[in-house]
């Protein structure tokens, strides 16, 4: 009787330890998996993260345009981009809930960082939904994003907006299929620096400073 218990004894614990190891192995191999996918998501985020921003230096010609800017004034693009500033432009559309949203608080960004150069730029938004941001409705987006002096908004007429948009190469046929591009100019005549994609505030502090500090 006593060899048959021992006999049993040993049989449970033997099914109870092979259990046990097989437990462990298939948690040894739910931890090796989910340690791969947070190595792996992460990275390959990134990765796709980094691709969107796409860096061109391009040729643009300022068209000879008025738009109106966000304190009702009437002005000359051209003459908007010659006041002796690096420019820093995107363009925007205050209902937009996609990429507007992101680049605007991108722009807020970049300004607090310029901290006592910021009166050295000079920042501007362009509409591309004319009939619906009238300078009012720029000047109360502004506040929104606490635009300071050096950040500009402008509007303008529905031929206005698209000679803007083709001169710059982000007319998209519809304001609801436009992508985030960033143009940056250090003067007058010299090459736009051209960024699609969502650059980050850092980004373009530093390709405006390297612009400026290019002879």
Same mark, same amino acid.
């Given at each position: 009787?006593?060899?048959?218990?021992?006999?049993?004894?040993?049989?449970?614990?033997?099914?109870?330890?092979?259990?046990?190891?097989?437990?462990?192995?298939?948690?040894?191999?739910?931890?090796?998996?989910?340690?791969?996918?947070?190595?792996?998501?992460?990275?390959?985020?990134?990765?796709?993260?980094?691709?969107?921003?796409?860096?061109?230096?391009?040729?643009?010609?300022?068209?000879?345009?008025?738009?109106?800017?966000?304190?009702?004034?009437?002005?000359?693009?051209?003459?908007?981009?010659?006041?002796?500033?690096?420019?820093?432009?995107?363009?925007?559309?205050?209902?937009?809930?996609?990429?507007?949203?992101?680049?605007?608080?991108?722009?807020?960004?970049?300004?607090?960082?310029?901290?006592?150069?910021?009166?050295?730029?000079?920042?501007?938004?362009?509409?591309?939904?004319?009939?619906?941001?009238?300078?009012?409705?720029?000047?109360?987006?502004?506040?929104?994003?606490?635009?300071?002096?050096?950040?500009?908004?402008?509007?303008?007429?529905?031929?206005?907006?698209? #000679?803007?948009? $083709?001169?710059? =190469?982000?007319?998209?046929? @519809?304001?609801?299929? +436009?992508?985030?591009?960033? &143009?940056?100019?250090?003067?007058?005549?010299? #090459?736009?620096? $051209?960024?699609? =994609?969502?650059?980050?505030? @850092?980004?373009?502090? +530093?390709?405006?400073?390297? &612009?400026?500090?290019?002879?």
């Amino acid at each position: 009787m006593q060899s048959n218990l021992t006999i049993l004894a040993a049989a449970l614990a033997l099914g109870m330890s092979g259990a046990a190891a097989t437990s462990a192995h298939a948690h040894d191999g739910m931890q090796m998996e989910m340690m791969d996918m947070d190595m792996s998501g992460p990275t390959g985020m990134q990765h796709h993260d980094a691709q969107k921003v796409v860096r061109k230096m391009m040729n643009y010609s300022v068209p000879r345009i008025e738009l109106v800017r966000d304190d009702n004034r009437t002005v000359s693009l051209p003459d908007e981009m010659s006041d002796g500033r690096p420019v820093i432009m995107n363009f925007i559309y205050t209902t937009c809930t996609s990429a507007c949203p992101l680049t605007s608080h991108t722009f807020e960004e970049l300004q607090a960082k310029l901290g006592k150069d910021r009166e050295k730029v000079h920042m501007m938004s362009i509409s591309i939904d004319p009939e619906q941001d009238t300078p009012r409705q720029l000047a109360a987006y502004a506040h929104k994003y606490e635009a300071k002096s050096q950040w500009q908004f402008y509007t303008g007429t529905s031929q206005a907006r698209l #000679t803007a948009q $083709r001169a710059f =190469g982000v007319y998209y046929g @519809d304001k609801m299929s +436009h992508t985030p591009v960033t &143009l940056l100019r250090a003067a007058p005549g010299k #090459t736009w620096l $051209r960024i699609d =994609g969502f650059a980050s505030a @850092d980004d373009l502090l +530093h390709e405006y400073r390297k &612009l400026v500090s290019t002879p």
